[in-house]
C-alpha cells in the first residue's frame, strides 16, 4: 500500500471514530443474479412503506391475475427455509443463497418447500396470501445482505427510487422462463390490445404478422359471425400502444376455437 494509501486509510478511520464522516461498506460478495419472485410473463406492481427498515417492496398483480393464491418463486438457488409469525410475517420463507445473501418472502399462503430444501431458481417455494400482520393478499419482498436490507435489484438492475403507492411502478418477470419466454406465434388480422383479458377499451394494436407471446389467461369471448370463438388471451407487447397487453388468440391463424398454441403446436403456458 502507498503512503498516500495509507495516510488517507488512517485518516477516514480516525475520523469515522469522531463521527465526521459516515464509513459505509458495500457487499464484499456480488449479489446473485436475482430474478423477480413470481412466474415467467406475470406482471407486478410495487411500492415502499416508509416505516420498512429492511428496504422491503410489497408486489401485488397487476395483469388481470389474481395475487392471492399466486406462485411465489425463489429469485436465486439456494437452502429454503420455512416459519411462521403470528405478529407479523406469517407464513415466511428464507432462501440463504451463500455468500451472506438471503432473500425474504412474507405472508405465504401456503408452502411448497419443506424446511431446509435446496432450492433452484425459479422454484415455487409457496403460494401468496394474507397471513399474519397483513390487510390483504399481497408478497412482502427483502433481499439481505449479511442481515441487513438491500435496494432491491432485479436482473442487475435497482428498483430505486421506490414508489409510496402500488400503480406507478411495474415489474414483468422472466423467473423460470423458457430460452427467451417468448412464444412465437402468426395473427391472420391486426389484433386490438387491452389491458386486461376482461377489458373492453383497447389500448394499442398488435399488427398482422409472426409476432411473440408471453402467456394466456382466460378471459371475455371473441366471436364472429361464422361460429369462431376464443376465450384465451395473449400477453405480449403491442407494435402501437403500451407493452405487457392482451390480444385475442381469436386471431391466432394455425389454431381453432378456445386454442391457445405457438407455432410449433405447443401450448401457450398459463400467466
Not at 26 to 42: D, E, L
Amino acid at each position: 500500500m502507498s503512503f498516500r494509501r495509507l495516510l488517507s486509510v488512517l485518516l477516514t478511520s480516525v475520523l469515522g471514530a469522531m463521527g465526521l464522516v459516515a464509513l459505509t461498506a458495500a457487499p464484499a460478495q456480488a449479489a446473485p443474479n436475482f430474478k423477480a419472485p413470481y412466474p415467467c410473463g406475470q406482471q407486478w406492481t410495487y411500492s415502499h412503506h416508509s416505516a420498512e427498515v429492511r428496504l422491503a417492496l410489497d408486489f401485488i398483480r397487476s395483469d388481470g391475475g389474481a395475487t392471492s393464491g399466486a406462485p411465489v418463486l425463489a429469485s436465486a438457488s439456494g437452502t429454503a427455509y420455512r416459519y411462521y409469525e403470528a405478529g407479523g410475517a406469517g407464513n415466511y420463507v428464507v432462501v440463504d443463497h451463500g455468500g451472506g445473501w438471503k432473500t425474504y418472502y412474507f405472508h405465504l399462503n401456503a408452502f411448497s418447500i419443506s424446511h431446509g430444501q435446496g432450492v433452484a431458481q425459479g422454484q415455487q417455494i409457496g403460494t401468496t396470501g394474507s397471513t399474519g400482520a397483513s390487510s390483504g393478499a399481497h408478497l412482502h419482498y427483502e433481499q439481505l445482505y449479511n442481515g441487513v436490507g438491500q435496494t432491491i435489484q432485479i436482473n442487475g438492475t435497482y428498483l430505486s427510487p421506490y414508489p409510496s403507492s402500488y400503480y406507478q411502478k411495474y415489474l414483468t418477470s422472466d423467473n423460470g422462463c423458457s430460452g427467451s419466454g417468448k412464444y412465437w406465434v402468426d395473427t391472420f388480422a391486426d389484433a386490438p390490445g387491452y389491458a386486461s383479458p376482461t377489458s373492453t377499451t383497447q389500448t394499442g394494436t398488435l399488427y398482422k404478422g409472426t409476432n411473440y407471446v408471453y402467456c394466456k389467461v382466460w378471459g371475455r369471448e371473441i366471436r364472429d359471425g361464422a361460429g369462431n370463438y376464443n376465450h384465451w388471451w395473449l400477453r405480449t407487447d403491442l407494435d402501437v400502444g403500451p407493452a405487457n397487453q392482451y390480444v385475442s388468440a381469436y386471431y391466432l391463424s394455425r389454431w381453432g376455437n378456445d386454442q391457445a398454441r405457438d407455432n410449433s403446436g405447443n401450448i401457450i403456458r398459463d400467466c
